[in-house]
T-cell receptor, first 113, second 115 residues
């Protein structure tokens, strides 16, 4: 199974600033994804992080707000830009080879004041 | 479009007893995967079990088993011999076995294990 390290684990940010979240996998993986979990809600897919090319965003999520990088097969970053209180959520990185096992990082708890 | 439904917002179970968490799904894809994850209060998502749509046998992983009824489109999670540490949110999820492998999640079930 893949071990996924995500940091920071939590942060408190001011309105209008940005937060970059890092996701490091201990082995090369085909698939990497970023999810958002708003308070008391289920998980919603933000985008698929594509290695060496632009991420594929789900409906309702745009690159200007959630820029994503994936420079190689083990690492990805998600930036949440121009923060507002509505962005307060848990952000989770997921990775795997596709198919049977998709693993998650420990999540980043973001609070925006 | 794919959809996952978990109709039990909350469940109680006595320690050492078995409990079933319900999950139904809807998809037009011929090939798909079904997952269960556990989310304790710390917020991490812990992979529990996987069932492929073409798997003939129900998946098992230790105390976890998946009761897969394809005709009914249900994929219930059974936890045997519940432990206090099983208290958490449980999410059912589905992915299409196309090249995307994106997961769609249900709304979750909060399980509380009573001593």
């Amino acid at each position: 199974s893949a071990v996924i390290s995500q940091k920071p684990s939590r942060d408190i940010c001011q309105r209008g600033t940005s937060l970059t979240i890092q996701c490091q996998v201990d082995s090369q993986v085909t698939m990497m994804f970023w999810y958002r979990q708003q308070p008391g809600q289920s998980l919603t897919l933000i985008a698929t992080a594509n290695q060496g090319s632009e991420a594929t965003y789900e409906s309702g999520f745009v690159i200007d707000k959630f820029p994503i990088s994936r420079p190689n097969l083990t690492f990805s970053t998600l930036t949440v830009s121009n923060l507002s209180p509505e962005d307060s959520s848990i952000y989770l990185c997921s990775a795997g080879q596709g198919g049977e096992k998709l693993f998650f990082g420990s999540g980043t708890q973001l609070s925006v004041l | 479009a794919q959809k996952i439904t978990q109709t039990q917002p909350g469940m109680f179970v006595q320690e050492k007893e078995a409990v079933t968490l319900d999950c139904t799904y809807d998809t037009s894809d011929p090939s798909y995967g079904l997952f269960w994850y556990k989310q304790p209060s710390s917020g991490e998502m812990i992979f529990l079990i996987y069932q492929g749509s073409y798997d003939q046998q129900n998946a098992t992983e230790g105390r976890y088993s998946l009761n897969f009824q394809k005709a009914r489109k249900s994929a219930n999670l059974v936890i045997s011999a519940s432990q206090l540490g099983d208290s958490a949110m449980y999410f059912c999820a589905m992915s299409a076995m196309d090249s995307s492998y994106k997961l769609i999640f249900g709304s979750g079930t909060r399980l509380l294990v009573r001593p």
